[in-house]
């Protein structure tokens, strides 16, 4: 999480849109099933309204610090579901998990971190949601907001939750003036209610998380809730020709006709020239769709236009997003971890000319590889197969490219290293998640980096 206000720039910028009244929490008894970060975070958050009971079909390390919890481990927790008054879900729940299926039919409210929190906090939110595209925007808000001089906490599915700026556990306390940007995943805006940001940002749609919404339908009804209840004083920033539901001020990003445009070779505001397209410091044209949904958000709350493309032209990203980790040799090694989705994966691709070694693979959740394809055969020497994607990737881009299936990470790193040359980039863009192998995608990516750091100098 960042917060607060930079050392420097005090009155740059300006929001003068203020946050709108929250409704009441919901009343107790709580049991928050799910105690892994989240979950944790909001059993703490909740201690001061009232009775907190907590369940983990698992140990995780989270659970075990709590205090002031009765907490139930390796337990699904159904026998506490008739004490409570509320059931709050954490994000990695389903929906069918049989505490909640219990606590639906007893009537409880089912409600989730993100919600709550938002309740619990009395500043502007920044909602930022899509498919891809999500940390690498916040990061870039809260940079144009630390230009700007506006006190400012990046929080949510980005890292810090939500819940720790309620309670002041993580990071530096913010005061009721800055703005809170938050990441929220489709898993965490389907278990909102009246989740209404002052400002909601949609990047992006494409098939992803299939295997937990069912259908892609599902999971675009569960990012458009990003909207839903915003009122007219709110902002709705969308790619241009989506209609976002609710009734917010609606403010397009995209080609030349949308309130920020990218035409010419320049980004314009409403007409008028904000900065070249080619001083955004961010590689890739995903990322300069990302930089143009920042600045649209910044630009609609009335933030300074100079602090907004001095942040476009300084920031240079994030780790695990298309982040270099070596050269060698005149090989670039570049670290896309997050990439865990055809369409982050097709991007993260084509933000190089060519000469690609591409390492995919990991594990699967829904839906197949061919989208892929054309990236692949324009723009890669050769694909690295991982994890237990491997074999439907091997079929699904039969044709393209040579094929290597190389099993783990590190065989990938090495070959992908001995086959590449001069000019060219070892790039690992996985497309799957991460869950076969690691942790996370962050423990995938500071793997990876550490295997370029054995290979030789950076």
């Given at each position: 999480?960042?917060?607060?206000?930079?050392?420097?720039?005090?009155?740059?910028?300006?929001?003068?849109?203020?946050?709108?009244?929250?409704?009441?929490?919901?009343?107790?008894?709580?049991?928050?099933?799910?105690?892994r970060?989240?979950?944790?975070?909001?059993?703490?958050?909740?201690?001061?309204?009232?009775?907190v009971?907590?369940?983990?079909?698992?140990?995780?390390?989270?659970?075990?610090?709590?205090?002031?919890?009765?907490?139930?481990?390796?337990?699904?927790?159904?026998?506490?579901?008739?004490?409570?008054?509320?059931l709050?879900?954490?994000?990695?729940?389903?929906?069918?998990?049989?505490?909640?299926?219990?606590g639906?039919?007893?009537?409880?409210?089912?409600?989730?971190?993100?919600?709550?929190?938002?309740?619990?906090?009395?500043?502007?939110?920044?909602?930022?949601?899509?498919?891809?595209?999500?940390?690498?925007?916040?990061?870039?808000?809260?940079?144009?907001?630390?230009?700007?001089?506006?006190?400012?906490?990046?929080?949510?599915?980005?890292?810090?939750?939500?819940?720790?700026?309620?309670?002041?556990?993580?990071?530096?306390?913010?005061?009721?003036?800055?703005?809170?940007?938050?990441?929220?995943s489709?898993?965490?805006?389907?278990?909102?209610?009246?989740?209404?940001?002052?400002?909601?940002?949609?990047l992006?749609?494409?098939?992803?998380?299939?295997?937990?919404?069912?259908?892609?339908?599902?999971?675009?009804?569960?990012?458009?809730?990003?909207?839903?209840?915003?009122?007219?004083?709110?902002?709705?920033?969308?790619?241009?020709?989506?209609?976002?539901?609710?009734?917010?001020?609606?403010?397009?990003?995209?080609?030349?006709?949308?309130?920020?445009?990218?035409?010419?070779?320049?980004?314009?505001?409403?007409?008028?020239?904000?900065?070249?397209a080619?001083?955004?410091r961010?590689?890739?044209?995903?990322?300069?769709?990302?930089?143009m949904?920042?600045?649209?958000?910044?630009?609609?709350r009335?933030?300074?236009?100079?602090?907004?493309?001095?942040?476009?032209?300084?920031?240079?990203?994030?780790?695990?997003?298309?982040?270099?980790?070596?050269?060698?040799?005149?090989?670039?090694?570049?670290?896309?971890?997050?990439?865990?989705?055809?369409?982050?994966?097709?991007?993260?691709?084509?933000?190089?000319?060519?000469?690609?070694?591409?390492?995919?693979?990991?594990?699967?959740k829904?839906?197949?590889?061919?989208?892929?394809?054309?990236?692949?055969?324009?723009?890669?020497?050769?694909?690295?197969?991982?994890g237990?994607?491997?074999?439907?990737?091997?079929?699904d881009?039969?044709?393209?490219?040579?094929?290597?299936?190389?099993?783990?990470?590190?065989?990938?790193?090495?070959?992908?290293?001995?086959?590449?040359?001069?000019?060219?980039?070892?790039?690992?863009?996985?497309?799957?998640?991460?869950?076969?192998?690691?942790?996370?995608?962050?423990?995938?990516?500071?793997?990876?980096?550490?295997?370029?750091?054995?290979?030789?100098?950076?």
């Amino acid at each position: 999480m960042t917060a607060g206000p930079p050392p420097r720039g005090a009155g740059h910028g300006s929001t003068s849109r203020a946050a709108k009244p929250r409704p009441p929490l919901p009343g107790g008894p709580y049991l928050v099933v799910g105690l892994r970060v989240s979950g944790a975070a909001t059993a703490s958050m909740l201690l001061a309204h009232g009775e907190v009971m907590g369940c983990d079909r698992a140990r995780p390390a989270e659970a075990t610090g709590l205090r002031g919890v009765e907490v139930r481990l390796e337990s699904d927790g159904l026998d506490l579901v008739d004490r409570a008054g509320t059931l709050v879900k954490s994000p990695g729940v389903p929906a069918e998990a049989p505490v909640v299926r219990a606590g639906r039919e007893r009537g409880l409210e089912i409600i989730g971190e993100l919600e709550l929190a938002w309740r619990l906090l009395a500043n502007q939110f920044i909602a930022v949601t899509g498919t891809n595209g999500k940390t690498t925007t916040c990061e870039l808000l809260g940079a144009i907001h630390r230009e700007a001089g506006i006190g400012v906490a990046v929080a949510g599915n980005v890292g810090a939750p939500l819940a720790s700026l309620v309670t002041g556990e993580v990071g530096t306390p913010i005061g009721p003036e800055a703005a809170v940007v938050c990441e929220s995943s489709s898993f965490q805006l389907e278990d909102s209610s009246a989740f209404a940001p002052e400002c909601g940002v949609l990047l992006n749609l494409a098939e992803d998380h299939l295997d937990r919404h069912g259908s892609f339908e599902a999971y675009r009804a569960a990012k458009l809730r990003v909207f839903a209840n915003q009122e007219e004083d709110d902002v709705a920033v969308a790619p241009a020709g989506l209609d976002p539901p609710g009734r917010a001020e609606v403010v397009s990003f995209g080609p030349d006709g949308a309130e920020l445009a990218h035409r010419d070779e320049w980004l314009w505001w409403r007409g008028e020239r904000l900065m070249p397209a080619a001083d955004v410091r961010l590689r890739g044209t995903h990322n300069l769709q990302n930089a143009m949904a920042a600045a649209a958000a910044a630009l609609a709350r009335e933030i300074d236009t100079r602090a907004v493309s001095d942040a476009l032209a300084s920031f240079a990203g994030v780790p695990h997003r298309l982040e270099e980790v070596g050269h060698l040799d005149g090989v670039d090694f570049v670290n896309d971890s997050k990439a865990t989705n055809v369409a982050s994966a097709a991007v993260g691709i084509e933000a190089f000319e060519g000469g690609v070694h591409l390492i995919l693979g990991g594990s699967l959740k829904g839906g197949g590889f061919r989208g892929l394809r054309s990236a692949v055969a324009t723009r890669c020497r050769a694909c690295y197969l991982i994890g237990e994607a491997a074999e439907r990737l091997a079929a699904d881009l039969e044709g393209t490219v040579p094929l290597h299936r190389c099993g783990d990470l590190e065989r990938a790193t090495a070959a992908a290293a001995a086959g590449a040359r001069s000019g060219e980039v070892v790039l690992l863009s996985p497309a799957c998640a991460s869950f076969d192998q690691y942790a996370n995608f962050e423990a995938r990516g500071d793997h990876f980096r550490a295997l370029v750091k054995r290979l030789g100098p950076a």
